[in-house]
């Protein structure tokens, strides 16, 4: 018999016992719907996490900032006070002081080797945003954009010389605009109080309108660095006295061949700490990794147990078959191909239950995917939680394929050693 012969001889044997095999394919069916659907999660939120990397800055760069000083005897709240360091600079925030970076270190930061340039990042807290209509409201500005590809509902990011803002889409309506397209080109103000106590007004231009991501872009207003440095010098203002430049954090830009490494061990020891994209990602690919895991072992266990039942069906196949074996060896059949027919069939149950099961996977999470988009995700634009890789989707059918394969080898191997004299007189 040739291959194809052969092939066709064990997809109509495996619909012989129709019971035996649709409770088996079921059980694959469970498998391979529940790795599809897993892999379509862990596909889809880390596409979003991809598509929204520029909400949290440029990938070339490494956002540093100043780390607080090791605890030493007597720096305990039991051990008292901590002796004063002029040379250390704070930054207030909503939650506190903390350890700020200065011009000195800014200067450190400039002089490694890998780092083309910085650019400091300011803490500035305005009075209010104050919308064309009049209508007042309070502001926590959120920090300079400068990466591309930062996810937009209309315009673009601030030019970083000129004063301009980025607006969240959930700002639009408050602020009496019509729509998103609306909003870009206005005008808004922002109120700044100094030093002096003297509140001036700085008329800013809408860039563009932002979308909700993960990485938080949807809660705050963000300014061109242009803006940011104006509200911060005019914020220092009016003292007595100079008042030294403190920065909450600052961007260093690397050159294109400079490794990341070398460069964090120097800023560590200079008390600041350097992390990129990639490590503040970290956490939440971690998370949804192993939460997509997790998922997957539940199908595997599913598949082992599809596994046993596929032994069963065709050791009972194999049984009730014993003097059809015979004669086919009588005929001149070898042990090799009766081995390929019942490995053949087991293939066959594996591939009907894994088709079946990732077909109807990625319907249901294409159904899944568009009702919660525009439900409970709605205000998450451009997340799709399933979003399907067709190779991903070939290898979980190829993987249970050979996973049906390797449970077939036991029946298919003890039909294969049928003597073709004792089956003939099997009753």
Do not use: C, H
Not at 327 to 351: C, N, P, R
């Amino acid at each position: 018999m040739k291959f194809l012969d052969l092939l066709r001889t064990a997809i109509a044997n495996t619909f012989r016992s129709k019971a035996r095999t649709i409770l088996t394919v079921i059980a694959i069916f469970i498998g391979s719907f529940t790795l599809t659907l897993t892999s379509g999660i862990g596909t889809g939120v880390n596409d979003y996490i991809d598509k929204t990397v520029a909400a949290f800055g440029n990938q070339n760069a490494l956002y540093v900032q100043k780390v607080s000083e090791p605890s030493t005897p007597g720096s305990g709240q039991e051990d008292g006070p901590t002796e004063y360091d002029p040379e250390r600079a704070n930054v207030q925030t909503g939650f506190g002081s903390i350890a700020g970076l200065t011009d000195a270190d800014i200067d450190k930061i400039r002089d490694i080797d890998g780092v083309e340039s910085v650019d400091p990042m300011y803490m500035v807290t305005p009075t209010y945003l104050e919308a064309p209509d009049g209508k007042k409201f309070q502001l926590s500005l959120g920090f300079p954009a400068e990466a591309e590809g930062l996810q937009l509902e209309a315009g673009e990011t601030p030019d970083r010389s000129a004063d301009e803002i980025l607006l969240p889409a959930s700002w639009v309506a408050p602020l009496g605009f019509d729509s998103n397209e609306d909003a870009v080109g206005k005008t808004v103000t922002i109120a700044m109080r100094n030093a002096a106590g003297e509140t001036r007004a700085f008329d800013v231009r809408v860039s563009g309108i932002s979308q909700a991501s993960l990485a938080g872009a949807s809660t705050s207003p963000i300014p061109s660095s242009e803006l940011n440095r104006k509200l911060y010098e005019y914020q220092t203002s009016g003292s007595p006295r100079e008042m030294p430049n403190t920065y909450f954090t600052a961007t260093a830009n690397l050159s294109d061949n400079a490794e990341v490494g070398p460069i964090k061990s120097q800023l560590a020891d200079d008390d600041m700490l350097g992390v990129t994209v990639e490590d503040q990602l970290g956490m939440f690919r971690a998370v949804i990794n192993g939460i997509v895991w997790i998922l997957n072992s539940f199908a595997i266990i599913a598949l082992l147990a599809a596994g046993f039942g596929i032994v069963n069906t065709l050791l009972m196949s194999v049984q009730e078959r014993t003097r059809e074996i015979g004669l086919m060896k009588a005929m001149g059949m070898s042990g090799g191909k009766v081995f390929g027919l019942f490995s053949l069939e087991a293939i066959f149950i594996g591939f009907l239950g894994s088709a079946i099961g990732a077909a109807v996977g990625v319907a249901t999470g294409s159904i899944l995917s568009g009702v919660l988009s525009n439900g409970l995700l709605s205000s998450l634009p451009g997340l799709s939680l399933f979003l399907f890789d067709p190779l991903k989707i070939v290898i979980i059918i190829l993987a249970v394929m050979f996973i049906a394969f390797l449970a077939g080898t036991i029946p298919a191997m003890r039909a294969a050693r049928q003597d073709p004299i004792n089956a003939l007189r099997y009753e």
